[in-house]
């Protein structure tokens, strides 16, 4: 049995992958702790911003509180002043001079916050993208291939932008609270039970807030898979790509309405849940209201029965505004923070992903020369999510130095044997061994950079015309008579000669000036690559199904020579290349059907001799 490739990973957060998603209070609360290792991550980012930024928040959070208290000041001085006609007025004005200073100070502070939070967010959102990449990297392609896996990716790709929110939010909110202690503590030096009346007037708003954060929440999260449809529906309704499909089938009505659909189904959702949380929204805050102005009547009271003065009517109802504001923010954007701080959890989840194929602790190296070679033993493999074995019962060897052909109807599994070759996936069942050793005792990286491959669908980088041939060996890519050599022998170099920026013409049409390939000169342009790796296992998935008769029949007398002493599988539909191998392997449904040299199987008369005779009719 093939193993799910993302299951078994540490827990999440979340109860489930569909969606049915909810946020409780217990997840949130959970959800905080990933905050130690965010701090960690900006920390690495940068120490010296990280700590400009706590050291200006620090002094802007003490503002608030000494600005009202200053105004109170103020005012009790003029009013002593107004009874006391004649007395000095310097005091007063020394308290203006502070106040103007304060106030200049915070405005600078705060741009400096604004500059040092997106400068922080920035270096924090690169080196999380190069994190992922990285980590992306070291995992199986069964992984990519599976949709729970690619819902992961997506989501934690998605964490690598906007951090700056969660950055600035949770820097935010701790300025805010040191601000709040120095507010309540002036508060309470006058009545503690206007700190209750406070509280009172803004945790009904923070829990209609928070009901509707964990809607949105969850119908962000369970709506993953359509999101990525309507990118998918996006790119294709508009790529240079598909661009000629789309046209010659007139896909594009078809495409528009499956994104209008599926996107109008998500704003109707979302629709909904936001005009409730407008309306519920209203409500809450005006029973907030009415608690604020509750308070300013016991303040105002007891200004008017004298118990205390003008300065501290002002200092009182600015504080309680104040402090209202400032909790309500807090409160508000602990809801969201501890959302972000989930969504956080999907981008750690996605580090924790393991690659189940890896090298064993203690590994083989690939041998200098192949002596043995390869040998299939019982070798099954399933596809994850496919109940159909794509190989069964496989055994047959691949002596060193020969040239193995694979053939077989679409979907007989030829692609998936070489994908087992070079070890993208492990057997199911069976081994494979490589002079006498399992494929899994040996280092992965050395075993992949000693066998060559060039897949059926090679990607055409969109990248320089030799870079698209280096990276067959991207260490080498400095090395420009090697790849004018590798060029040279795939027939590349033709059609590099034709390019007017030569081997740094840029290729594809997604930048600058790029010209774009045919089908066949991008084909001998990847062919390229297999040559650029000095590999002794070469593996060509049908190399040449895109050439004309001519360059094929040169792609392969140039093979024959290069590669002599070299262990190669060819995959081809086309007799004319497979008969040139010493022995060709026939594969139906996943099962090997027959094994031997052209002649043989011509005599043994069999599906391949069946096979030869349909394709050679047609030539007749
Ligand atoms: N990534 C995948 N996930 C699930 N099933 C797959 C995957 N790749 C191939 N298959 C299935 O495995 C079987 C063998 O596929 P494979 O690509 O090996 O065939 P092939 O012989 O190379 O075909 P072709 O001649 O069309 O290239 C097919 O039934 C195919 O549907």
């Known amino acids: 049995m093939a193993k799910s490739p993302v299951s078994g990973f540490p827990g999440h957060v979340i109860a489930n992958e569909e969606g049915k998603a909810e946020l409780s209070w217990k997840d949130r609360f959970a959800a905080l702790r990933n905050l130690p290792a965010f701090f960690r991550m900006i920390w690495q980012a940068s120490p010296g911003l990280f700590l400009g930024n706590a050291a200006v928040r620090l002094v802007r959070a003490a503002m608030p509180a000494l600005t009202l208290y200053i105004g109170k000041l103020i005012i009790d001085e003029v009013v002593q002043l107004s009874k006391q006609a004649g007395s000095g007025t310097d005091w007063l004005w020394t308290l203006v001079a502070a106040e103007f200073g304060l106030a200049v100070l915070s405005t600078a502070l705060g741009r400096l916050t604004s500059l040092i939070d997106g400068l922080l967010g920035d270096l924090v959102t690169n080196r999380t993208s190069v994190r992922l990449m990285e980590h992306a990297a070291t995992l199986d392609l069964e992984q990519f291939e599976d949709a729970t896996f690619y819902d992961k990716l997506e989501r934690a790709r998605r964490q690598t932008t906007g951090r700056s929110f969660l950055l600035s939010g949770v820097f935010g909110q701790v300025q805010e609270l040191i601000s709040v202690g120095f507010l309540a503590a002036g508060l309470a030096v006058y009545n503690p039970w206007l700190l209750v009346l406070l509280l009172l007037a803004v945790i009904p708003a923070f829990i209609g807030d928070n009901y509707f954060n964990q809607k949105s929440y969850s119908l962000s999260r369970s709506w993953t898979p359509e999101r990525r449809e309507l990118d998918y529906l996006r790119f294709v309704g508009a790529s240079d790509e598909t661009a000629k499909e789309v046209k010659i089938f007139g896909l594009s009505n078809f495409l528009i309405n499956r994104f209008r659909d599926l996107s109008g189904q998500y704003y109707r959702k979302n629709q909904s849940l936001s005009i409730r949380r407008a309306a519920w929204g209203t409500v809450l805050t005006i029973v ?285 539909h086309r007799f004319s290349t497979v008969r040139m191998a010493d022995r060709i392997l026939v594969l139906e449904n996943g099962r090997l059907l027959e094994i031997g040299s052209h002649q043989e199987l011509l005599e043994k008369e069999g599906r391949y001799a069946e096979l030869f005779q349909l394709q050679a009719r047609g030539y007749q």
């Open 288 to 572: 907030g209201t009415v608690g604020y102005y509750g308070a300013y009547v016991w303040i105002v009271a007891r200004a008017m029965n004298g118990s205390i003065s003008i300065g501290d009517l002002t200092f009182l109802a600015g504080s309680f505004r104040q402090l209202r504001g400032s909790m309500e923010g807090i409160l508000l954007q602990f809801s969201s923070l501890t959302q972000e701080a989930v969504y956080l959890q999907d981008l750690f989840d996605f580090f924790e992903i393991k690659p189940l194929i890896h090298s064993p602790e203690k590994s083989l190296l690939f041998p200098q020369k192949i002596q043995q070679g390869f040998v299939f033993e019982n070798v099954g493999f399933k596809y994850t999510n496919s109940d159909r074995w794509a190989l069964r019962n496989l055994s047959f060897n691949l002596t060193p130095g020969e040239k193995l052909a694979l053939v077989g109807e679409n979907g007989a599994g030829k692609t998936t044997l070489v994908k087992l070759l070079a070890r993208l996936y492990d057997p199911a069942e069976g081994r494979i061994l490589l002079d006498g050793h399992d494929l899994r005792d040996y280092d992965l990286l050395d075993l992949r950079r000693n066998i060559s491959v060039i897949f059926q669908d090679y990607v055409r980088f969109k990248m320089s015309a030799g870079v698209n041939i280096a990276v067959g060996d991207i260490d080498a890519r400095t090395n420009q008579s090697r790849i004018e050599n590798s060029a040279e022998r795939s027939l590349a170099d033709t059609v590099i000669a034709k390019l007017p920026g030569g081997y740094e013409q840029q290729l594809g049409r997604s930048f600058g000036k790029g010209v774009e390939l045919s089908g066949g000169e991008w084909q001998k342009v990847a062919l390229g690559r297999a040559y650029m790796r000095d590999a002794d296992v070469l593996i060509l998935d049908e190399p040449t199904a895109a050439l004309d008769a001519r360059a094929e029949y040169e792609v392969f007398q140039r093979f024959s020579r290069l590669t002599e002493g070299k262990t190669a599988v060819i995959i081809s």
